[in-house]
């Protein structure tokens, strides 16, 4: 057993959503957070940098004691894993665009990919669609947009602004029939209100968050690395950028999905958008 935390790492803001599927798959499990706000979105950046941003970023949660990180990024992902996995000896836990459950449930034969465009110039993309969605016949078609992350990450994931983007690189995939939507960026499924009110019920949303969790926790047990405890993790918050602009933001997210009830401490509010009542988590500024 291990009572050292488990590392969770994303570009921002956007990885929350797989760290509340991570506590509630592991309910007894210490969590550090670590969110690159100083450098988002990683999508248009260059693959070697993508590299370097995530390898340092790995590495201060490593020098912070973590016993596994989950890169909780899939444009990371998709350029940082080999490289992470030969430079550390503890577990690193990636994404996979969640195409698999998609081509498993489409009845049209048509399915979408909502990405980043480091997503989309990657290779792990193009190798689920090859192995899935290929053999089974089905169409995959992807979208677009340099501007979602941002969006999220300034707290408007249920604005006027993210609706119209939406509607604009989601409405061919609605007219060509597409029955299910992969969220191929931890971001998105903070933006699961905003779609179905463009879109009702066309689609059905997957993301990679309930998977890689249970896969965590397998690797956990598998390692002999689980806390032991039943419950009663807590969760810690390192930001690289403004910690003052990204603590609302944080704790309006971790509100939407769930999972503020862990969180001690802090500063009661209301989300201005959403009207849902949140805390203000601790979040401590940190330099990689």
């Known amino acids: 057993m291990s009572s050292a935390p488990l590392g969770v790492f994303d570009s921002g803001v956007g990885g929350l959503s797989v760290l509340a599927e991570l506590r509630r798959a592991l309910p007894g499990e210490d969590l550090l957070y670590l969110a690159d706000t100083a450098h988002v979105p990683y999508g248009a950046r260059p693959d070697h940098e993508i590299r370097d941003l995530t390898d340092r970023a790995v590495s ?14 899939n444009t990371a992902s998709t350029f940082s ?15 996979v665009p969640a195409v698999k459950p998609a081509v498993l449930s489409t009845r049209s034969g048509v399915v979408g990919v909502l990405a980043t465009p480091g997503t989309l110039r990657g290779t792990l993309l193009a190798d689920v669609i090859r192995e899935f969605a290929d053999p089974a016949g089905v169409q995959v078609m992807k979208a677009v947009s340099t501007e979602l992350v941002p969006l999220v990450e300034a707290g408007q994931a249920d604005s ?14 609605a007219q060509a029939g597409a029955d299910g939507l992969v969220l191929g960026c931890t971001h998105y499924p903070f933006l699961a209100g905003s779609i179905r009110a463009g879109f009702g019920d066309t ?5 990679s968050g309930p998977a890689v969790a249970r896969h965590t926790r397998r690797v956990l047990t598998e390692r002999g690395l689980l806390s032991g405890r039943d ?5 810690r918050f390192l930001v690289t950028g403004n910690v ?3 603590a609302p933001v944080i704790a309006a997210l971790l509100a939407a999905s769930g999972n503020g009830g862990s969180l001690q401490g802090g500063q009661a509010y209301t989300d201005g958008q959403s009207n849902r009542a949140a805390t203000l988590p601790r979040i401590e500024s940190i330099d990689t």
């Open 203 to 207: 689609f059905t949303l997957l993301d």
């Open 81 to 95: 894993l080999g490289h992470l996995r030969s430079r550390f000896e503890m577990p690193i836990i990636g994404l």
């Open 231 to 235: 419950a009663g993790g807590q969760e």
């Open 160 to 173: 006027a602004r993210t609706r119209s983007v939406l509607r604009e690189i989601l409405t061919p995939l």
């Open 244 to 246: 003052q602009r990204a």
């Open 60 to 73: 201060a949660l490593h020098a912070r004691g973590v016993k596994a990180v989950v890169v909780a990024c």
